[in-house]
């Protein structure tokens, strides 16, 4: 394979724009595709956490940008590799010209693929979020993931291996931190019954350092299909820090119907509340009612709306609702 020509097709996709994950290399066994998004979000009335915007809007738009490479490397095996980033906007107008000038890794990892399943490195998911996943279909929903780090996506040092049975996904991680006793490990399955009920569970655990205590969860999901219509939900309970004596609990519901073939309704509902020293009190409660239509397959509109529930002494500021506006467009 020729280093030259894959860097010229690599450099013509990302400049020209192409569409579709367009594959810019393809011989002798080897593939590669480059792919991401642009997306405009415009946040009214109220962030993502609920807190109050002082002026008009508060702009949280981000381009994405991936590659995706994969080789033969004989024995029916593959090798393959996958890199992310995200670059976010200053939200700014006026006489101002800030501008972000970063991008911010979300994965990298490298791995092999074959009949035992795959193995890969890298910063990449752990285990527990194919769990999560099943009611991660909103625009404000997936925290169920984030409680602990060996459940969490986009974690450095992790090595994961999936296998796919016929009506079974096993997924397991173990994350070796360069840190003294902060490793941590995870696993979760996924069964598919053949009349579209999808049933999973999952645990994680991590040290949290030296002295500083451990982390557990277990999460467990359902999702339902039934042609154009969607259901999932998520539960999941564990302790956030065992030394600190601080527990968790969450539950996200979320529903999706497609109306016509471009347009489709998206509902969710979200609550999580941790418990330290027997004092309780709510980190989300919120409803959300989202509209999202389909112009193609790679340009859609959306808009959503967030009903925040969030008690204003628990979140440590007055709660407000929020407005989200977005245009996205895939390559």
């Given at each position: 394979m020729k280093k030259a020509a894959i860097a010229v097709a690599v450099l013509s996709a990302v400049v020209s724009g192409s569409t579709l994950a367009a594959t810019v290399y393809d011989a002798e066994g080897t593939s590669l595709k480059v792919g991401g998004r642009l997306e405009f979000r415009g946040d009214f009335n109220g962030n993502d956490k609920g807190e109050e915007i002082e002026?008009?809007?508060?702009?949280?738009?981000?381009?994405?940008?991936?590659?995706?490479?994969e080789t033969d490397i004989g024995a029916g095996m593959k090798g393959f590799g996958f890199w992310e980033a995200e670059q976010g906007v200053k939200s700014s107008a006026g006489t101002s010209t800030e501008q972000e000038t970063t991008f911010k890794q979300r994965y990298m990892y490298v791995g092999m693929k074959g009949d035992f399943g795959s193995l890969s490195f890298g910063r990449q998911n752990t285990a527990g979020v194919q769990i999560s996943d099943m009611s991660d279909i909103g625009t404000f929903t997936g925290d169920q993931k984030a409680f602990v780090s060996a459940g969490n996506e986009q974690i450095n040092n992790t090595i994961a291996y999936g296998y796919d049975f016929e009506s079974f996904k096993l997924k397991a991680s173990y994350i070796a931190d360069d840190e003294k006793n902060a490793d941590g490990y995870g696993l979760s399955g996924i069964y598919s019954a053949p009349f579209g009920l999808d049933i999973g569970l999952g645990y994680a655990a991590n040290d949290l350092g030296t002295d500083k205590g451990s982390a557990d969860q277990i999460i467990a999901g359902l999702g339902y299909t039934m042609g154009d219509l969607y259901f999932g939900a998520t539960y999941t309970t564990g302790d956030k820090n065992d030394k600190a004596d601080t527990e968790f609990t969450g539950i996200e519901v979320s529903a999706q119907y497609k109306i016509t073939k471009e347009f489709r309704l998206i509902a969710a509902y979200q609550n999580q509340e941790e418990e330290t020293k027997n004092v309780t009190k709510d980190t989300a409660d919120f409803f959300e009612l989202t509209g999202r239509y389909d112009f193609t397959k790679n340009f859609?509109?959306?808009?959503?709306?967030?009903?925040?529930?969030l008690d204003d002494k628990d979140a440590g500021y007055k709660v407000e609702d929020t407005i989200r506006l977005g245009l996205r467009y895939d390559f």
């Open positions: 002026g008009t809007m508060l702009n949280k738009s981000r381009v994405r940008l991936n590659v995706a490479g859609r509109s959306y808009l959503a709306y967030k009903a925040n529930g």
